[in-house]
Nanobody, 125 residues
Framework: QVQLVESGGGLVQAGGSLRLSCAAS????????MGWFRQAPGKEREFVAA????????YYADSVKGRFTISRDNAKNTVYLQMNSLKPEDTAVYYC??????????????????WGQGTQVTVSS
């Protein structure tokens, strides 16, 4: 099993920045990729960004490309999501996810085996 714990959410004004963290524990050696998803009230959970185990491959949703950056610190088993130029439409609960599969697009919820509890990000206008 893998446990994921997110942190770093909060309230920020439009144009501001936040950095989310996701600390993984347990059988972390089994993780091939990690990702971030978000869910706004009344909407489906959507893909935001993902990162391969090596860090060599990154994936972004078009809506965040150029504003968000995903990275990892393998020594700390932690993945980060740096969010810049935040917009009110970025308001959502952000979830960290991990997959044991070496294959996949990394963009769909069904690919992921483990999920964190989520952290709220609110961007005011």
């Amino acid at each position: 099993q893998v446990q994921l714990v997110e942190s770093g959410g909060g309230l920020v004004q439009a144009g501001g920045s936040l950095r989310l963290s996701c600390a993984a524990s347990g059988r972390t050696f089994s993780i091939y990729a990690m990702g971030w998803f978000r869910q706004a009230p009344g909407k489906e959970r959507e893909f935001v960004a993902a990162l391969s185990r090596s860090g060599g491959n990154t994936y972004y949703a078009d809506s965040v490309k150029g504003r968000f950056t995903i990275s990892r610190d393998n020594a700390k088993n932690t993945v980060y999501l740096q969010m810049n130029s935040l917009k009110p439409e970025d308001t959502a609960v952000y979830y960290c996810a991990a997959t044991n599969s070496p294959y996949g697009s990394r963009r769909t919820r069904d690919e992921y085996d483990y999920w964190g509890q989520g952290t709220q990000v609110t961007v005011s206008s």
